[in-house]
Structure formats: C-alpha cells, structure tokens
C-alpha cells in the first residue's frame, strides 16, 4: 500500500489499511493455503457468522470438504483475478446468493500465499429474478420471446401447454401450424420501428382446436445492448369470441323472431321515441319502419297507459282489450302485453306486443252467430214442446168454458177464461224473447243518460216487488255522463236482471229480501250492479245463466232472459259477470268501457 | 153403476183442470196429483181404473211411474194412458222407456196420446180402455 500510494497521508492510509476494510459494504475474508479464514470482517461474520479459524467452505456452506471447482484453489495455481456467482447459507441456514471476487496476495517468494474474496449478497436479486420467472412462466396469456428470424428463443407454461414445446421454432409454425411469416405480423412491425403492436389472431392450439388471442408486441434487450428480440403476449380471447358469438347468434334470433312473429312489436326508448317497429307493426299501422324508428312518438302507436309506466318505472302492462288507430285512422282492437325494460334499475325504455284482434273479433262474432243459430234450433224444438203445453192449456181453457156455458156455471167459464188468459200470455212471453235473441241487429243508439234508463226500471219494479214485501233500491251514479247506448236494450237487460232478482227473493227464505240497482262509473266504465239478497245460486246453476235456455223456474220461464241480456251487452262492447252466494243472493255486473260502446250510424 | 176413478198426474195445473173437466163433464170420477209422489199414493189409495200420465215432471218423470206400476203384483193389470208433448209413441212402441235395468221388457201402455190433443180424442181414448 506504501509502494501504490505513496503519497497519501498516514491517515488515509491507516484509514484505508484498516478501516476502510470494515467500512465496504461487502463481505470480505482472507483465506490461506489451507483455506482456512484467516481474517473476517464485519460484514462477511454478519452473514456467514464468526469465521476466523474454519476452512472456507465450512463458513460458507457449511461444507465438510472443498468445493468442486473451488475458485481460490485456480488462483492460488494461477494468481489470475475471478469473479463466481455462487449459492451458500448465511448463518441463520436460509439459502444466500452472492457474487465473489478472488484476487490473489503475493508473498515475498512471488507465491500466493493467500486470497482475498471480496463478496456482495445478491440473494435479494436473485428473488427478484425468480420472481420475474415465475411471473414470465406463470402469467396467464402466452408470452414469448423471438428473434429476428421469428424464432422462440423463451416461451412461458401457458404457452408451451397450449402450443406444445417450441424452443428455436418459428412463431408462425408453433402459433398457426404454418410454413411461412403470417402477412400481418405484428412482430416484424415492431422490429422495423420499434413501436408497440397489437392485433388479433387465430392459431390452432396442439390438441387441434382454434385458438383466438390477441398479441401484443414490445421490444426486449436481452443482452442489454442492441433491441435484438420481441415479447409477445397474447391473452386468449376464445371463450370471449365463442360469447360473443352465442351473443350474436342470440340477437339474431331476437331480431328474426321480432321481425317474423305475427303480433306487433313496437318499442320505445325513456324519452317515449319509437326505437324497435317489426314487420307486423308495419302491416297494423300502415307506415314503414323507416318513417318511424327513431322519428316517431310511441304514442302512435301503444297505449298511453304504458308510457305513463315507463314514465313511472312500473314493469309491466297487460290490456286484453285496447284499440289503436293506423295510419287511416281506423281503429283497430288489439291485445296489448307490455314491458318496461331496465338497465339495472334504470329505465331504458319499454317494449309492446300487439296482438290484432281483428280476425279474432270475426271469429267471435261468427262463434256468437254459430252459437246463436244453434241456440235457435234448440229453441224450435224446445219451442215446439213449450208451444204443445201452451196449446193443451188453451184447449183445455176453451173445453172448460165450454163446459161453464153447458152446465151455467159462471166459476167454470171464469176458470177456463183465465186458463185462456195465462195461456195467450206465456206464448207472447215465450215469442218476444225468442225474436228479441234470433234479432242480430245492431244497436240503435241515442245519446242516453245511464241513470235514465236505470230509474225506468226501477219504476217499473218497484210497486210489484213492495207488493210482495221486497224492497227494491235504486243508487244513481253521481255526475255520470251520457252516452251512445240502445236505451230500450239496456231496458231489457235491467228489467230481466231486476225481475230474475225479485223472484231469487221469492224463494228465499230470507226475510226482508232486497234488491239494489246501483249505477257508477270506474275507469270510464259504466257499470251496472242489480244485487239480491235472495236465494243466490249453486255453482253449477251460475256456470249456466247465461247460457241457452237454462232456466230454474220451470214453466215460469223462459230460459232466455240471461242470453238476450248476454247478447245485448256484448253488442254494447261490454260484459256481464255474476258473483253469487247460495243462500246469501247474487249480485250481476254489467260493464260497458265508454270507449268501446257503438257508435252512431251515420248517413243512413 | 158406481162411476169409474182415474189418477192424473201433470204438473201444470192448466192440463189438470182440462182433463179433469172433460172426464167429470163424463161421468167418470178423477184424483188430480201434481207431481209423481202424489199420483203413487192416489193410486195405493184409491185403486182407480186407469191412471193418466204425463211425462217430463221436475222429481219424478211419467215413465218412472209406469215402470212402477207395471212391476208392482198388486197393479200391473192397472191400464196406463201416457200423455206428453214429447213425441214419445215410436220411442215407446220401440220399448226404450220400457226396459228395464234387469232385461225385462215390459209391456206398452194402454195407450199413448201426444200433446196437443183435443178433448175428443182424449176421451175415445179412454172410453177404448175402459169400456
């Protein structure tokens, strides 16, 4: 040290001689022939432990005997300087990584009489670098390292398990089973400019199956110097396209089913716009797709009720019976089942389906016609026997007052008078219900006053059923607007109601039966309701009011009062439902939506 | 001459009175029942000479009666007109209200007489049975 700084201060000599030996932050030992530590410092006992008097290898790595290869034993032959990386224990056991420099010390003879090893730890490097290793081997997408002739020089697990070992292969033979660079590599891009790539691919995977992935390119140095090697990652997007190809396959099979099915399919974003118009749509309403998709407001053509629901956020809307109009303004009857659709909890619009209901509308109609002529061919033959009771009774009146005149007795002619009477009164019963059921005639309609027609019936009633201790009560509705009814049927339909109710009372046992005739309004309905607290109805009895000629009275009715009231009803748009109690009465609903009543025939 | 008793059985009332005048104006005498229960009794009461039915009754139809009388010892002689709106002479000729439950096959009425029917027939008819 005097001879290579002779200048220094003593100082800094003495600083260097012993202190600076203590000061490095390496691990250093002096080793002698025997490669016994001779002198340790600090640092290198932190590690390895207290090591002055142990062979080397002991510190070290706990060795019994040299290490092959040993490094000092070449420099103490040749006095050459070495740097190893070399693998040991610290002194607490746990694995330690680091790099040793072996210089030799001369001895006045010029023999190396000792080294010093001179090591730094790089056990944390070297977890680092596992780490990246893992993290290259493990990471799940195909990542490769290539040259510039494409060929794998470093291929992760993924890679190899899905592609097979493919070590000095080209990327295009491991990747894609094929003889030459694909056009589109995105590798070579990057070796010409240096830039990223990315695109995507198709390959065929070892066990044969497609295989898509996007790949991603970036320039590497592996040596450190020249960019002389690209990384590709690929991630695997196969399961990614088979979704979005089910997707795909799944909105296409919505779109043919919207554009195929035979009901209408209008929808509509939140702000009520027209987003989805189908084929059958465009045949209902008589206007193209185009003219409204994005254009139009839904209104057109769904019913205000389920906008004001999507608007509101409801969910869904079913109308077994609505009306539309098309582009002529005719107004159609249709069934309307609606959904409100969400993206999460927002409201992103709602989608109708319109049934046309006007074939369905014939089709009842001619049920109705069917159902009516066969109703009459029962009633001839039902009539006919009715008739031959009708025409005994009037024989037998005739015979009685005959017989009266014969033996001049008066209580014998008033017997067969009224024998007589009863008699011409049932047929006129009998006829005129007959007639008023096989009538198919359109309503003829004036401009009425629900209530009106209710109070007439009342009237009518009210005195005969006091008469026979029932009590009839009329409830008006409050404000109740006129409409377009046929006065004298909906007469009818009271009247029959009211008068099945009056004789319901009479074979009760109840005692202060009642009838109530009430008249309201719901939801533009007019409604109806004739209660009794008679004898009410057995379920099978209920089934059967309305249908042909059911009657429980015997010879006091006829069995047609349900059916033409039925019918009228239905030639108002409306129904009639019963509700009834055995025992406890009954009460009949007649409902007639406002907008569906009939029309007045204009120019005839 | 005691005067010759007939049951009738109708529900209407109206039949009733006919029947009964036309018979009475002839010197028979009549038991009038409303429905099947009633004309049993009669009969069991009064052993008339002839019993005239109707058919479609609410309880108990005229064939039911029949079928009574012509297995019961005591009245199968008991002679039966059957009197209906129903055009029931062919089904009866053609034994449908006629067999019973067992097989047996019974005889036909006395007489079978359809609705409308005047008082004239009605009464040859049962002067035929009973004369």
Known sequence: ?604 | MSKKNIVLVDDEADVITFLQTVLEDHGYATWPAINAAEGLKLIKEHKPDLVCLDVLMPEESGISIFQKIKTDPDFQQLPVIILSGLNLSQDLEQVQFRKLADGTILPAPEGILEKPANAEQFLALVDKILG
């Not at chain 1, 090697?229 to 089910?246: F, N, P, Y």
């Not at chain 1, 309905?525 to 009794?532: R, S």
Request: proline share 3%; charged share 25%; aromatic share 8%.
């Open chain 1, 1 to 604: 040290m005097e001879k290579t700084f002779p200048n220094l201060p003593v100082a800094v000599r003495n600083w260097i001689g012993r202190q600076l030996f203590e000061a490095v932050p390496n691990n250093i030992v002096v080793i002698d022939r025997d490669y016994r530590v001779i002198l340790a410092n600090s640092n290198f006992k932190e590690v390895f432990g207290k090591a002055e008097g142990k062979h080397c290898y002991q510190a070290y790595k706990n060795r019994s005997a040299i290490c092959e290869n040993c490094m000092a034993a070449q420099t103490f032959e040749d006095g050459k300087v070495r740097i190893n990386d070399e693998a040991g224990f610290d002194r607490n056991g746990r694995p330690a990584h680091y790099v040793v420099h072996i210089a030799p010390v001369y001895d006045e003879t010029g023999r190396v009489a000792y080294v010093i090893e001179m090591s730094y730890d790089v056990t944390e490097n070297k977890s680092l670098q596992k780490e990246y290793n893992i993290l290259f081997e493990r990471v799940p997408c195909y990542v490769a390292v290539i040259n510039r002739n494409l060929q794998i020089v470093r291929a992760n697990e993924k890679l190899r398990d899905t592609f097979g070992e493919t070590l000095g292969e080209h990327c295009y033979e491991v990747y894609k089973n094929r003889s030459e660079q694909c056009p589109d590599c995105p590798a070579l891009k990057t070796f010409a400019d240096g830039k990223p790539y990315q695109s995507e691919q198709v390959g065929i995977a070892k066990n044969g199956e497609i295989t898509r992935y996007v790949v991603s390119t970036a320039l590497v140095s592996r040596s450190g110097q020249d960019f002389s090697h690209v990384v590709e990652m690929s991630a695997d997007v196969t399961a990614l396209h088979e979704l979005s190809a089910k997707l795909l396959q799944e909105s296409n099979f919505s779109k043919l089913l919207i554009g195929n099915t035979l009901d209408a399919v209008v929808a509509v974003d939140a702000s009520g716009r027209v987003n989805i118009f189908n084929r059958a749509a465009e045949t209902l309403f008589q206007v193209s797709a185009k003219e409204v998709i994005g254009k139009s407001k839904g209104r057109r053509f769904v019913p205000r009720e389920f906008l004001d629901l999507i608007q509101n956020g409801g969910n869904s809307l079913k109308l077994e019976e609505s009306m539309v109009k098309n582009a002529a303004h005719e107004e159609i009857p249709i069934r309307f089942s609606g959904s409100v659709l969400r993206d999460g909890d927002k409201v992103i619009g709602g989608a109708g389906f319109i049934q046309d209901l006007r074939e369905r509308k014939a089709m009842e109609q001619e049920l109705l016609e069917n159902e009516r002529l066969a109703a009459v061919g029962q009633t001839v033959a039902q009539l006919a026997h009715g008739i031959k009771n009708i025409l005994t009774g009037l024989q037998g009146g005739m015979y009685v007052i005959k017989s009266g005149l014969k033996a001049g007795s008066q209580p014998r002619i008033d017997k067969g008078w009224d024998m007589l009477e009863r008699n011409v009164d049932r047929i006129t019963v009998l006829v005129k219900g007959f007639l008023s059921f096989s009538k198919g005639q359109v309503p003829e309609v004036a401009f009425t006053n629900p209530n009106a027609i209710a109070k007439e019936v009342f009237q009518l009633y009210r005195d005969t059923a006091k008469q026979k201790g029932i009590t009839v009560r009329f409830l008006p509705g409050k404000a109740l607007a006129s409409a377009y009814m046929d006065a004298e049927k909906i007469h009818t339909c009271l009247a029959n109601l009211v008068s099945n109710a009056i004789d319901a009372c009479q074979t009760t046992e109840n005692q202060d039966c009642s009838v109530t005739l009430d008249v309201k309004e719901e939801n533009d309905t007019i409604i109806y309701e004739v209660a009794d607290t008679g004898c009410g109805m057995e379920y099978e009895i209920k089934n059967k009011v309305f249908t042909t000629f059911f009657t429980t009275k015997g010879l006091g009715g006829t069995g047609l009062g349900l059916m033409v009231t039925r019918k009228i009803i239905q030639e108002h748009g409306g129904k009639i439902t019963v509700h009834s109690n055995p025992g406890k009465g009954s009460v009949f609903r007649i409902e007639l939506p406002r907008r569906r009543l009939p029309q007045p025939q204009t120019g005839r």
